[in-house]
């Protein structure tokens, strides 16, 4: 059974960091690839980053620069380093998993719809 555990959110104010853990298991797929992804009130979920088995990793436009993903296999756990953070990046963070045959690099893996397991959430909130 696949289960994805996310820790590390919390309050903070303009400009300062976080790391955001995601602990994973149960997942074989050769093809796989986890993902972040947020959804603030009202709007719809975004992908901020994914990485691949290969550590191949995609970032979107709007955290490039600002956020970075990387995997600890022998932890089984990737995190997603934010720096420079901004009020605009509250939102609820979830990390998921899915299978990407062709890599990540047709930017399928910035939709949610695309990723199989969830896990619940973990919270972000930066205020001015």
Known sequence: ???LVESGGGSVQTGASLRLSCAFSGYTNR??????FRQAPGREREGVAAIDIDDNTEH???VKGRFAISKDNAKAT???QMNTLKPEDTAMYYCAAGVFLNGLGDGSWSNWSNFRYWGQGTQ????S
């Open 78 to 80: 990737v995190y997603l």
């Open 60 to 62: 979107s436009g709007s």
């Open 31 to 36: 093809y796989y690839a986890i993902g972040w």
């Open 1 to 3: 059974q696949v289960q």
């Open 124 to 127: 972000v909130t930066v205020s």
